[in-house]
């Protein structure tokens, strides 16, 4: 009854919700839409044109043309304006720990536009516990893989406060199970030095064979990848040999170590931006040359920063230090993106695809052109919710404040055509109906429920369920949206019959017009009851 009338009487749709009204499903509106003028798919490195983006939780519902999005489609809408979309980034190297403290150093990432990192290396636990709290949501950040305590040599290059490893495999094994047992989620092993002496000792790595291959072997004994500090030719080699999975910065490799690590699958993380400022000019230029070959041999390359060594916060200096070794700026955002996504067996991420995780940023400018835009971060969203944003949200279809002012012309004609749709449906005026009605329309009711035009107009005038008797609609409140939209709202109140006992029915309605021409349809409804 409520539903009968809802259906008939305005294009309500309480009808469908209230009594069942129709048997449709169609999705319910998205919590939030993102509108976006341009966004960036960074599987064919293109930029897209204007669209909108229905999220649903922690997902992406769907991608849209922004020209056949509608208010209704969505509970709340954001206009990112002329920023550009991508999705969240990855940085899969840094140090929370080092640099500050590790909250305000996971904040600073999140806001950098960085929904994922990956820290590769501590001194404690706190960075696991960090991840712990960030995935509560206890604590701001970004979502974290962390490596717990570094594996590396007594008075090697990751000694750290005594943490270096003095008792050979044994003591790796060791490392593997401590940090495992504490939840690590990788391990980290350090190799080599760094590059300047990595340049001109190109043979020299500091951890023995047998102790790298037994933290490899216990680490994948127990589901754990291993990130190595490899950046020597040797180190490379030896690391290889191994079976590590993934290089923890750019290293000297030649054609053999390219082949090698293709065959391997074994990734490079780039970090040249905190490479290399502090290497001699010779070292710095092969070290890119390098990463360049690497990258055009098919290594996949993870886009990583060292943060910690360069401030956390300023993760996108690695975009520039990629176009400057010779990438396109689409394979660098690839690097931060699908490829970081792939290497770190993260699934349904790194990617604006439906389905996927809905960790979206917006930058100002375009990142294709300009990779500098990138530190322009003016929105993130991460698992669906919005961590940063300096743009204002907008309630979609909120009714507005009574209006104090003459009405125009059109919201007169629109206000009118209210009256015109009760008469029609008392009249069981199909013809009248369907000029009114746009094809694609439908109407929503508080439980979600939604019915076509069809199966509303079927159960009226094909199977007769519904028949609206007598009927008044008050308090009308019309907002233009533009010359060529509008949103109406106001109560219908009816007497009728539904599926042969009679009803009675209070409707709030609103419902979404648009103009084509000098024609006004209705193009999606939402009803509920306030009463019989």
């Known amino acids: 009854m409520t539903s009968a009338f809802a259906t008939c009487c305005r294009f309500a749709l309480v009808a469908s919700v209230t009594l069942g009204f129709g048997t449709g499903a169609r999705p319910r509106p998205a919590d939030l839409a993102l509108r976006a003028q341009s966004w960036i798919d960074v599987v064919d490195g293109s930029l897209r044109g204007p669209s909108v983006f229905l999220i649903q939780g922690d997902r992406i519902g769907a991608i849209v043309d922004a020209a056949v999005f509608r208010q209704l489609d969505a509970r709340r809408l954001i206009d990112l304006g002329t920023a550009t979309v991508l999705p969240g980034l990855i940085d899969a190297h840094v140090h929370l720990q080092l640099g500050g403290s590790i909250e305000t150093n996971a904040s600073a990432t999140l806001d950098a536009g960085f929904t994922t990192a990956v820290d590769l290396g501590a001194t404690n636990g706190d960075v696991l516990r960090l991840r712990d709290g960030i995935a509560s949501g206890a604590v701001r950040g970004p979502r974290l893989l962390a490596a717990g305590l570094w594996a590396g040599t007594k008075d090697g290059v990751c000694e750290f406060g005594g943490i270096g490893i003095a008792d050979g495999p044994a003591g790796f094994r060791r490392r593997v199970r401590d940090n495992v047992g504490a939840g690590a989620d990788v391990i980290k092993v350090c190799v080599s030095g760094w590059p300047a002496r990595a340049f001109v000792q190109p043979e020299a790595y500091e951890i023995a064979a047998p102790s790298l291959a037994a933290l490899v072997d216990d680490s994948h004994t127990r589901g754990k990848m291993v990130i190595a500090h490899a950046i020597s030719a040797g180190a490379v080699r030896a690391s290889l040999d191994a079976g590590v999975d993934g290089l923890a910065h750019a290293a000297f490799v030649d054609g053999d170590d390219i082949a090698a690590m293709r065959s391997k699958r074994t990734f490079m993380i780039s970090t040249l931006a905190s490479l290399l400022p502090a290497t001699p000019a010779d070292a710095r230029v092969a070290l890119a040359a390098a990463v360049r070959a690497a990258h055009a041999g098919g290594v996949t390359l993870v886009y990583g920063t060292d943060a910690g060594v360069i401030p956390h916060g300023h993760n996108a200096r690695e975009f520039a230090a990629l176009v400057d070794a010779g ?20 699934p349904e991420s790194g990617e604006l695809r439906q389905g996927y995780a809905a960790d979206i940023i917006a ?32 309630a979609p279809i909120q009714a507005p404040a009574a209006r104090r002012q003459e009405p125009g012309s059109a919201e007169r004609r629109l206000a009118a055509i209210q009256q015109e749709l009760m008469r029609a449906w008392i009249d069981r005026d199909r013809a009248a109906l369907e000029a009114f009605l746009a094809p694609d329309w439908f109407v929503t009711g508080p439980a979600g429920v939604i019915s076509s035009r069809s199966q509303v107009l079927d159960d009226v005038f094909v199977r007769r369920i519904h028949q609206v008797l007598t009927g008044a609609i008050t308090d009308v409140s019309v907002r233009m949206v533009g010359a060529d939209a509008a949103v109406v709202s106001g109560i219908t109140k009816a007497t009728g019959t539904s599926a042969g006992a009679p009803y009675t029915a209070d409707i709030r309605f609103t419902d979404v017009f648009e103009r084509h021409g000098n024609q006004w349809r209705a193009v999606r409804s939402h009803a509920s009851s306030i009463g019989k």
């Open 327 to 346: 990438l396109a700026p689409a394979d660098g955002l690839r690097a931060a993106t699908i490829d970081a996504s792939a290497a770190f067996h993260l």
């Open 363 to 394: 930058v100002t400018g375009d990142p294709l052109r300009d990779p500098a835009a990138l530190s322009r971060v003016v929105f993130v969203m991460k698992q669906g919710r919005v961590v940063k944003s300096a743009l204002p949200a907008l």
